[in-house]
């Protein structure tokens, strides 16, 4: 005998613990057992339940294939995934010339600083450019405004685009500062920074800077 349309979901809902649990044992996964039921409620409302005499029956035959169609989804996915780690070729180890290279761009980098900036604009370029600081945060560690912090970034970028006409920077750094400044660049180091390019010691450094950046390849452009 067909049963009577469940237009508010009453039976659906008498039976939705019940579903669940079935999706939950071939699924393995409470989370994914609900949404496979939640799918299993929208086919239930656009069928013909008039005409279904077992409504619980169907709406566990529906759960059933829809749990399993869920389990062959996941065994493709992570057949997909593991052919393309498979397929991704490995990087090759950078060459020993590019090592060299890097420091070399790095000591131009550090020299045209030193030769053409003042110690606070080099420090707010490089607390801005290479730490991503705020310019509220450059001003309290230069013990000015955000006003003049933004005024020492915008010279400092002006500077070293009128060096790049000129003729590269002379001095050739001691290996010592290099070193120094690049452990300071790896290690996110602020107050290392700050002893390396400031003038004057010691300098208040507020702790609040974001570190997540990409420390080398920011300065490396400077030098560009």
């Not at 999706?23 to 039921?37: H, L, M």
């Not at 490995?90 to 790095?106: G, I, M, T, V």
Request: aromatic share 4%.
């Amino acid at each position: 005998m067909p049963c009577p349309t469940d237009t508010d979901g009453a039976l659906f809902e008498r039976l939705r613990p019940r579903l669940k649990a079935i999706s939950c044992r071939i699924v393995g996964n409470e989370a994914e057992a609900e949404d496979i039921v939640q799918d299993c409620f929208l086919k239930w409302r656009v069928a013909e339940q008039a005409a279904l005499t077992t409504p619980a029956a169907w709406l566990t035959t529906v759960v059933q294939h829809q749990s399993i169609d869920r389990l062959r989804k996941r065994a493709r996915d992570a057949v997909a995934a593991h052919t393309a780690m498979e397929l991704t070729p490995e990087s090759p180890p950078a060459p020993p010339e590019d090592s060299l290279l890097r420091r070399a761009e790095l000591a131009d980098a550090l020299a045209r600083m030193l030769s053409c900036l003042s110690p606070a604009e080099r420090l707010a370029l490089v607390l801005h450019e290479v730490f991503e600081c705020e310019h509220a945060d450059i001003a309290a560690t230069l013990g000015t405004r955000p006003a003049n912090a933004r005024q020492h970034l915008a010279r400092a970028r002006r500077r070293l685009r009128e060096q790049q006409a000129e003729a590269p920077a002379s001095e050739k750094l001691n290996r010592e500062l290099i070193r120094r400044f690049q452990a300071a660049l790896n290690g996110i180091d602020v107050p290392a920074m700050i002893t390396l390019l400031g003038e004057e010691q010691p300098m208040s450094v507020h702790t609040s800077f974001r570190t997540e950046a990409c420390a080398n390849d920011a300065v490396y452009a400077l030098a560009a």
